[in-house]
């Protein structure tokens, strides 16, 4: 089978990397793809969200099968594109349907399924910027610190956390009034804070059935101890070690069941994968988000974990077949650490040659933000550039590895955090 892979981040080569060792996968392509997809298989320099574009790629190639990496794509609606055309509508989109979609695409959306689904979330209210003073007023009346999230998508950095109340109505101000955000914070969520320790838990769904794969944590800000601004990303560890049998039976009998449940009672058609980013309050889980594509750095490390054939798995799911699927998951523990440019998440350079790449032993380097220039060096083409990924007995043992291959590298200005699962040793 011909393989249409939607994407160009370290998420995206993750897939490739998985797909390609299936025997069902003939041919890959991946568009745009980066550095890394370039070595395993075709790419393609077209934007996912050109759809005529993509249709036009898919019929020449004779494509079978479309897995769609990134948010953007699912939330302006491919899945319903391909649905609704007649030369695509056999052909299978691994992804959710636009009204699937807008749990990503709206945090308002997201809450009110929540709530009407009875699924734990914090208390919350949202606002506009003509309501911006009423948004003032209710947060006077929660305690410190303050959860702003822009409604809409802003590529993982809508959300801030503020302790001081004067400075959180401000941001308020900024976010409604002058569109920090821009059309993402045309409307923000205000919410409860929770005091907890965050985990992510991917489900994979073909709308009635599913498959819970490994948890991951992912550490989010750019500063070690979690300190400074948001980023995409900065690392990964899988399995979450303080995810016992009793918490994972909470999570699956609180959450999963009733968001897969509810997609049905909303006749939200929905094949694909639900990020569903949780906090564990006092062992308690409560959901915070949810996302409706695989998260990046954690694909970096739950990908990696799957024993299982996942073209097949994706079939299954194009197939409504995935509760005869078995899932089988490597027992060993895999860490990812994140190489970003200089200055991210805010302003930084790209075209940095990279060195070191053909010295690593042990681990696996998955591409993000990188692509080859005329002379076949890779430069970074992104703030998060690449991610290096290890297998161990315990995720101590895989972060060393990490690390230690992470000093074979080297760009200009690359940083990294050196505390990745820091927060697990206690």
């Not at 691994?94 to 749990?103: C, D, F, Q, R, W």
């Not at 049905?264 to 959901?287: A, C, M, S, T």
């Not at 995935?322 to 994140?338: H, K, N, P, Q, W």
Request: proline share 4%.
């Amino acid at each position: 089978m011909t393989i249409l892979l939607l994407g160009s981040g370290g998420r995206e080569h993750a897939f490739a990397w998985k797909m390609i060792q299936s025997p069902l996968c003939d041919k890959l392509f991946v568009a745009p793809g980066n550095a890394g997809t370039a070595s395993i298989a075709t790419n393609v320099a077209i934007n996912p969200t050109d759809f005529t574009a993509v249709k036009a790629l898919v019929l020449k190639e004779k494509v079978g099968m479309v897995v769609v990496g990134p948010e953007d794509p699912l939330v302006k609606g491919i899945f319903d594109f391909f649905k609704n055309d007649t030369d695509l509508k056999d052909i299978p989109v691994i992804g959710p349907s636009k009204l699937g979609a807008t749990l990503e695409g709206s945090k308002e959306f997201a809450k009110e399924f929540l709530m009407r689904h009875n699924i734990p979330t914090a208390a919350y209210d949202s606002f506009t910027a003509e309501t911006v003073e009423k948004g003032c007023a209710f947060l006077a009346t929660l305690k410190s610190p303050y959860v702003l999230k822009a409604d809409g998508l802003a590529a993982g950095k809508g959300v801030l956390i503020i302790q001081d109340l004067a400075e959180a109505q401000e941001e308020l101000r900024n976010m409604l009034v002058h569109q920090k955000f821009g059309d993402a914070s045309s409307k923000v969520v205000i919410e409860e804070f929770l005091d907890g320790i965050e985990l992510s838990c991917f489900v994979l769904t073909d709308g009635k059935n599913y498959k819970i794969l490994p948890t991951a944590k992912d550490y989010k800000r750019i500063g070690e101890g979690d300190t400074g601004l948001n980023t995409g990303g900065m690392g990964a560890v899988s399995p979450v070690p303080y995810v016992d049998a009793v918490l994972m039976e909470k999570i699956e009998s609180r959450i999963v069941k009733p968001t897969i449940e509810g997609f049905q009672k909303d006749g939200i058609e929905y094949k694909g994968f639900v990020f569903i980013g949780l906090i564990n309050v006092n062992n308690e889980p409560i959901v915070i988000e949810y996302n409706v594509r695989m998260g990046d750095p954690e694909t970096e490390v739950v990908v990696p974990r799957m024993k299982s054939d996942l073209v097949e798995m994706f079939l299954a799911v194009a197939n409504e077949k995935l509760g005869d699927f078995i899932l089988e998951i490597d027992e060993r523990s895999a860490t990812t650490v994140m190489l970003v440019s200089g200055g991210y998440p805010e302003d930084f350079e790209k075209g940095k040659v990279i060195s070191g790449i053909e010295n690593i032993e042990d681990s696996i380097v998955f591409h993000a933000g990188t692509k080859l220039d005329e002379n076949g060096n890779v430069l970074s083409n992104g703030g998060r550039v690449m991610a290096i990924t290890s297998y161990g007995d315990n995720f101590q043992e895989a972060i060393k590895k990490s690390y230690q291959n992470i000093d074979k590298l080297n760009f200009d200005k690359m940083y990294f955090r050196k505390d990745i699962g820091f927060d697990l040793l206690s």
